[in-house]
């Protein structure tokens, strides 16, 4: 049985870093993209960034490009999403989802698992 888990959300000033990881496991059929999505109360859930199984394809939304870095290590399952210059704006529920299309667009394909998610907090 597949499941995903989230962790390294917390509580941060607005300009700090934190890293999110997503771990995997269970058995797969096929190869998987790895995808975060977040959900800030009382907001719809937002595409914030994908990578592909290989790793040499990745997506990022606009609001986070160039202070987000998506990277994942197949050998442990296993994606981090780096997130730098944090924004009070980022603050929300972060979902991690393995994606079978092993697509990185920010829609989802037909098959994907999901985890809980994790709670980002960022403050001024």
């Known amino acids: 049985q597949v499941q995903i888990y989230e962790s390294g959300g917390g509580l941060v000033q607005a300009g700090g870093s934190l890293r999110l990881s997503c771990v995997a496991t269970?058995?797969?059929?096929?190869?998987?993209?790895m995808k975060w999505f977040r959900q800030a109360p009382g907001k719809e859930r937002e595409f914030v960034a994908a990578?592909?199984?290989?790793?040499?394809?990745?997506n990022y939304a606009d609001s986070v490009r160039d202070r987000f870095t998506f990277t994942r290590e197949n050998a442990k399952n296993t994606g981090y999403l780096q997130m730098n210059n944090l924004k009070l704006e980022d603050t929300g529920n972060y979902y991690c989802?393995?994606?079978?299309?092993?697509?990185?667009?920010?829609?989802?394909?037909?098959?994907?698992?999901w985890g809980r998610g994790t709670q980002v907090t960022v403050s001024s």
């Open positions: 989802a393995a994606d079978m299309s092993d697509l990185v667009g920010a829609s989802l394909g037909p098959w994907v698992y």
């Open positions: 990578i592909n199984f290989s790793g040499q394809q990745t």
């Open positions: 269970g058995q797969f059929r096929g190869t998987y993209a």
